[in-house]
């Protein structure tokens, strides 16, 4: 289906869909010398930049072009700060350009400008569909490399979605952990796949191999390609995780509130580094920030200072101190036991009525604290319905999402492709 055609009127919103591509050996060739091309430009792109500042040195009238790195070192761009752009080399960078033109997406193919007809990895016939009845339109395609593996990213324009959401609906809290992912106020848990543990042991057997080999022989770049693809397969499974627990999340819940936690300060511990990025905090927030969005749900950052697991979501009495080895919160005053992820989880829940009813909007760091509303960018991509079978446990119910209970074009979306 030839993407000219698409959303011409009404509210419309910016999707990424993601396929993986099955070239043969002539396309993977043309793949790597685009990506090449597009590696050359950006060195000749940032030399230029480099020879610019060297001229602004000796006269103030010469200008600098101006980018993203320019504006973060001025602090007009939000997030951390850039450093200075370095050059791209060849097995060093990742692969990947930028395509733009007219594109065609039939149920097993795709036809990208330049490159040609190329053969996907699975159906795209729902994808073919929405084009077909113009819900849909495409605008770009990324081509990128993970591993041994080419993918397509559309960014596709769409027609928004007519979602009706009851009012009042029920605030729920999420309390991220290491031992359980995530852990809900209706009493949910939700454990992680623990990606990087269950396939550390393959991991450094790889790396050792690797290791081993002479340099720049045939044997290491065969080894290189086997450690590349257990580096996929890890992120791959945790991704998917966390697609489908926050699809779930953003589809059921009206309001979902969530802890805004310093992952990077946190990720200095070195005894828990590993841990919490095995767990993915971080990527599991960014992905409900567009997902709100998207289902019509309103996610809510409470402060970090908010002493969700020292107070008592019973009568609100607040703890001096609770070690993290202490699982279980025992309240002193109405004598409360309760799970201590449990706990945090309702206090969370209570955030919004505790800050709109606080006599004061400021922490002590005179940092504010009325939650908010976070937005995401346009061209993120994401997951659909995805299917839970929960269970039962002593203190909390446990949802266990799989790939095997989907269907078969459920599953290929919930796994962002």
């Known amino acids: 289906m030839r993407s000219a055609f698409g959303p011409r009127s009404g509210d419309h919103e910016f999707q990424a869909m993601r396929f993986a591509l099955d070239p043969n050996d002539k396309q993977r060739g043309a793949l790597a010398s685009h990506s090449g091309a597009a590696r050359y430009a950006y060195n000749l792109g940032l030399e230029w930049l480099i020879e610019a500042i060297e001229r602004r040195k000796l006269d103030a009238s010469e200008s600098v072009p101006n980018n993203s790195f320019v504006t973060s070192r001025r602090a007009k761009r939000g997030g951390k700060r850039f450093g200075f752009p370095r050059f791209k080399c060849k097995g060093r960078s990742r692969d990947r350009f930028r395509l733009s033109g007219f594109f065609h997406v039939d149920k097993r193919w795709v036809q990208l400008p330049t490159l040609g007809r190329i053969r996907v990895h699975e159906d795209a016939s729902k994808f073919m569909r929405h084009l077909e009845s113009g819900r849909a339109r495409i605008t770009t395609a990324t081509i990128s490399r993970q591993a041994d593996r080419w993918y397509v990213n559309f960014r596709v324009v769409r027609t928004k979605r007519a979602i009706e959401r009851p009012p009042g609906s029920a605030v729920i809290g999420v309390d991220v952990g290491i031992n359980a992912l995530a852990t809900l106020s209706s009493g949910q848990v939700v454990t992680g796949p623990r990606a990087l543990a269950v396939g550390l042991r393959k991991l450094r057997r790889l790396s050792r191999a690797h290791s081993r080999k002479r340099l720049?022989?045939?044997?290491?770049?065969?080894?290189?390609?086997?450690?590349?693809?257990?580096?996929?397969?890890?992120?791959?499974?945790?991704?998917?995780?966390?697609?489908?627990?926050?699809?779930?999340?953003?589809?059921n819940h009206g309001r979902i509130v969530i802890e805004d936690l310093n992952v990077q300060a946190m990720m200095s511990n070195r005894r828990l580094a590993r841990s919490i990025a095995d767990s993915g905090w971080g990527e599991l927030s960014a992905m409900l920030e567009y997902k709100c969005r998207w289902y019509g749900s309103t996610l809510i950052q409470a402060s970090r200072w908010f002493p969700s697991s020292k107070t008592c979501s019973s009568c609100g009495l607040i703890k001096d101190s609770l070690p993290l080895a202490v699982r279980v919160f025992d309240c002193p005053a109405c004598g409360l036991t309760l799970d201590r992820d449990v706990n945090a989880a309702k206090n969370l829940a209570k955030w919004p009525e505790v800050a709109a009813s606080a006599s004061e909007t400021q922490n002590a760091c005179r940092g504010n604290v009325r939650p908010g509303v976070r937005r995401a960018g346009p061209d993120e991509a994401g997951t659909e319905q995805p299917i839970v079978a929960s269970g039962s446990e002593p203190n909390a119910q446990a949802l266990a999402f799989t790939a095997d209970s989907l269907g078969p074009d459920e599953g290929r979306v919930a796994r962002g492709i």
Do not use: E, G
Not at 231 to 249: M, N
């Open 216 to 251: 720049k022989s045939r044997n290491r770049r065969r080894f290189a390609q086997r450690l590349a693809r257990c580096h996929a397969r890890i992120s791959s499974v945790r991704r998917d995780h966390l697609h489908k627990l926050s699809t779930y999340l953003a589809k």
